[in-house]
C-alpha cells in the first residue's frame, strides 16, 4: 500500500501519512496544554477552588500528568494583571513547537495552504502572543485560546483550521479504506479494533440519512492505535479514541454539557470511567462561548470486550447528530427531562431522531394536533398537559418509530403523517377513557354507601346492634369523597374539552350518591323495633341499589375499553345497561310495595315516614343510575360509530 501512495504522491512526500499522524497528535497535546493555560489563569484568580486536573487528559494526549499539575497548581497573580506560573516558558514553547508540526504536516500534502498557515503563525508570533516567559499576562491567555468573532485570526483558530486541514489530507493519502474509514501506518493487531469500531458505525449510519459528518480516520502513532470521528459539523464535537492493547481512551468534546452526559450515559453497561464534565472557553463555539470536555476510560479483560465497546461508540455516535436541536422540539410538547428520556428511548432502541427532524419535527406534530384535536389542545399546550405524561411521551415514541420506518423504507410523507394523526386519535380517546375510569370511582363510592345501608337494615333484621350515628358518619365522608372526585372530573372533561356526555354522567352519579346519602341518613333515624315486612321491603330495596350501581360499574368498565375495538366490551356494556333499567323498574315496584304496607298497617308516626323516605330515596337513586346508563348507552353508540 505504501507503494501506491508514493506513486501518486511522489517521493518528496513519502513521509505525508507519518507527518499527518504526528500533526494530529500536536494537535491532541496542544488541546491539552491550552486547557492548561486556561486552569492556571482559573487558579491564579481564584487560588481557594480545587485545582483543574488534568491527569487523564494528559495520559491520553502521551503527555506528563506531573508537569502540568505543577504548573497549574503553582499558578499565581504576579501583579498588573499578569499570571505567573513554573514551566510556563516551557509551556509555551511546547505550544508553539507543536503548532509548526501541524503546519509541516499541511505544507507537506498542500505546499499553498502549509505557506498560509505559516505565515498566520508568523504573525502570531511577532504579535509576542506566543513569547515564552514565565509571566503572561491575563488577557494573552484568553486572546490565545479564544477565538474571536470579529475576523481577527487566534492561535485557537489556527489550530481549529490546520485540524481541518489535516483531516482533509488525512482522508486525501490513506493507505487504503477499512470497513469505510480512512487508515493509515495500521498494524496488523489495529485491523480488527477499527473493524468493529467502524461495524458498530455502519450499523446505524444510516439513521442520519443526508445529514454530513461520521466520516473516521485510524492511524497508529506513539505506539496507540488513534481512530477520529467528525461526527457532526460542529467545530468542537469530535471524538479520538486511542486503544492500547486492551484499554481504551475516550476523549469526547461537545458545545453542549447535556448531549455530553446523554452520550456518556448509553455505556452504562461498560464499566467505563468517565472524567468529570470539565468547562473550557472558546468564542464562537456555542452558548456563552463553553465548550465541555470528558474523557472515558475502559479496561477491557479481553479483545473481545474492548472490541465490543469499539462497536458500541461507533454505533452511538449517529445518535449526537442534531441532538440538541431535536431535544428543543421535544421540550415544546414535554417536559425537558421526558425530552431527553424519549431521545435515550430513541438511541437504545435504534430509531433515532434524524429521520423525525428530516420530516419536519415539530410540523409533523402541529399539523397532527390541529387536525385530530383542534380544540382539545390549545395553541402552545404542552402534549403531556393534555394527554398526561406517559401517554405523551408514549405519542412521540411513535411519532419518531413511524419517522424512521417511513423515510427508512421509502415511504409517503403524507403516509407518516395519517400514522401519526391516528396515534393522536387514539391517545385522545384513551384520555376520554381515563377520564370515564374518575366516573368509575364515583360509582365505587355509590356502591359504598348501598352497601352500608344494606347491613345496617340487615342488623336490624337480625335483631343486631346498629350504630345510627357511624353510618351518618361514614355516608357523609364518602358523599364528600365523591364531591371532590366529581369536581376533578368536570375540571379535566373542560380543560380536555371532552364533551358533554361525561359531565352528564358525572351529575348523574354525584346525584345518585346525594340520595344514598340522604337514604343512609334517614336509616339512621329509623327505630330499632320496626315490623319484620317492612324490613324485608326495605331489605329488598337495599339489595336492588347495591345490584344497580355494580350493573353500573360493570357497564363503565366495558365501555372504556370500547375505542379500542373490543366489540365484546360494547355488549357488555349494553347489557349493563339494561340491567340498570331492569333494577329501577324493580325499585319502583319495591317502593311501591312498601308505601302499601305503611298505608296498610296501622304504624306508628315516626316508623311510617322513616320507612317512606328511606324507600323514596333509595328508589330516586336507582332513578339516577337509570337516567346514568341512558347517557352510557348515548357515549357507546357515538364511540362505535366513529
Not at 354525584?510 to 346519602?517: F, G
Request: one cysteine or more; charged letters at 25%; hydrophobic letters at 45%.
Amino acid at each position: 500500500m505504501k507503494s501506491q501512495i508514493i506513486e501518486q504522491l511522489g517521493q518528496a512526500d513519502i513521509l505525508l501519512p507519518s507527518l499527518v499522524a504526528e500533526g494530529l497528535a500536536a494537535n491532541d497535546r496542544i488541546k491539552v496544554r491550552m486547557s492548561a493555560l486556561q486552569a492556571a489563569s482559573q487558579h491564579a484568580q481564584q487560588p481557594d477552588r480545587p485545582a483543574t486536573d488534568l491527569h487523564v487528559e494528559c495520559n491520553a494526549a502521551g503527555l506528563a500528568p506531573a508537569t502540568l499539575a505543577t504548573l497549574i497548581g503553582g499558578a499565581h497573580l504576579a501583579g498588573d494583571g499578569r499570571m505567573a506560573a513554573p514551566n510556563l516558558a516551557k509551556l509555551m514553547k511546547e505550544i508553539h513547537d507543536d503548532v509548526a508540526a501541524m503546519v509541516r504536516a499541511v505544507s507537506a500534502g498542500n505546499a499553498a495552504e502549509g505557506e498560509a498557515m505559516s505565515a498566520r503563525l508568523a504573525a502570531i508570533r511577532n504579535s509576542g502572543a506566543l513569547e515564552a516567559l514565565n509571566e503572561i499576562e491575563i488577557p494573552r491567555v484568553a486572546k490565545l485560546t479564544g477565538v474571536t468573532q470579529e475576523g481577527a485570526d487566534s492561535l485557537h483558530r489556527l489550530v481549529m483550521d490546520l485540524h481541518k486541514a489535516l483531516n482533509r489530507l488525512a482522508a486525501g493519502c490513506a493507505e487504503e479504506i477499512l470497513a469505510g474509514a480512512h487508515v493509515f501506518g495500521l498494524h496488523t493487531e489495529d485491523r480488527t479494533p477499527v473493524e468493529r469500531f467502524m461495524q458498530g458505525l455502519n450499523e446505524t449510519r444510516a439513521l442520519k440519512f443526508d445529514h454530513p459528518g461520521l466520516d473516521t480516520m485510524a492511524t497508529r502513532s506513539g505506539g496507540r492505535l488513534l481512530i477520529q470521528n467528525d461526527i457532526g459539523t460542529t467545530d468542537a464535537h469530535v471524538v479520538v479514541i486511542a486503544i492500547k492493547k486492551n484499554s481504551v481512551t475516550v476523549t469526547y468534546t461537545d458545545v453542549h454539557r447535556a448531549r455530553a452526559k446523554f452520550f456518556i450515559g448509553l455505556f452504562d453497561k461498560f464499566q467505563a470511567k468517565w472524567s468529570g464534565l470539565d468547562r473550557h472557553t472558546a468564542a464562537g463555539l456555542g452558548d456563552d462561548n463553553a465548550f465541555f470536555l470528558v474523557t472515558g476510560q475502559y479496561k477491557a479483560e479481553s479483545s473481545e470486550d474492548r472490541n465490543d465497546f469499539l462497536a458500541a461508540l461507533g454505533a452511538a455516535l449517529v445518535f449526537l447528530i442534531d441532538w440538541n436541536k431535536a431535544r428543543k422540539l421535544l421540550r415544546s410538547w414535554v417536559a425537558k427531562d421526558d425530552a431527553t428520556r424519549i431521545l435515550e428511548w430513541a438511541a437504545r432502541q435504534r430509531i433515532g431522531h434524524r429521520a423525525f427532524l428530516e420530516l419536519g419535527g415539530n410540523e409533523l406534530i402541529g399539523t397532527a394536533v390541529r387536525n385530530a384535536a383542534p380544540t382539545r389542545i390549545g395553541f402552545g399546550e404542552r402534549l403531556d398537559q393534555a394527554l398526561g405524561r406517559t401517554a405523551a411521551v408514549d405519542f412521540l415514541k411513535t411519532a419518531m418509530r413511524a419517522s424512521t420506518e417511513a423515510l427508512s423504507g421509502g415511504r409517503s410523507v403524507r403516509l407518516v403523517r395519517d400514522q401519526i394523526e391516528a396515534d393522536l386519535v387514539r391517545h385522545l380517546e384513551r384520555v376520554d377513557s381515563a377520564l370515564l375510569a374518575i366516573v368509575l370511582r364515583q360509582i365505587g363510592l355509590a356502591h359504598d354507601v348501598a352497601a352500608a345501608i344494606a347491613q345496617h337494615v340487615a342488623a336490624l333484621q337480625a335483631g343486631r346492634p346498629a350504630d345510627g350515628t357511624l353510618l351518618t358518619t361514614r355516608a357523609g365522608l364518602i358523599e364528600r369523597k365523591a364531591d371532590r372526585i366529581a369536581i376533578q372530573a368536570r375540571k379535566e372533561a373542560t380543560r380536555l374539552d371532552a364533551g358533554p356526555i361525561i359531565e352528564q354522567l358525572v351529575d348523574r352519579v354525584e346525584e345518585a350518591v346525594d340520595e344514598l346519602e340522604q337514604a343512609a341518613f334517614i336509616a339512621s333515624l329509623t327505630p330499632a323495633a320496626i315490623d319484620p315486612s317492612l324490613l324485608s321491603a326495605l331489605a329488598g330495596l337495599c339489595a336492588i341499589a347495591t345490584t344497580a350501581t355494580e350493573a353500573a360499574a360493570s357497564g363503565l368498565a366495558a365501555a372504556i375499553e370500547v375505542p379500542e375495538g373490543r366489540r365484546a366490551d360494547s355488549e357488555d356494556a349494553l347489557d349493563a345497561v339494561v340491567r340498570l333499567i331492569d333494577a329501577e323498574h324493580a325499585a319502583d315496584s319495591r317502593e311501591r310495595e312498601v308505601t302499601a304496607r305503611v298505608f296498610a298497617g296501622g304504624f306508628d308516626v315516626a316508623t311510617s315516614l322513616s320507612v317512606l323516605e328511606l324507600a323514596r330515596a333509595i328508589e330516586r337513586a336507582t332513578d339516577q343510575l337509570a337516567g346514568f346508563g341512558h347517557l352510557l348507552r348515548r357515549h357507546i353508540m357515538t364511540e362505535l360509530s366513529a
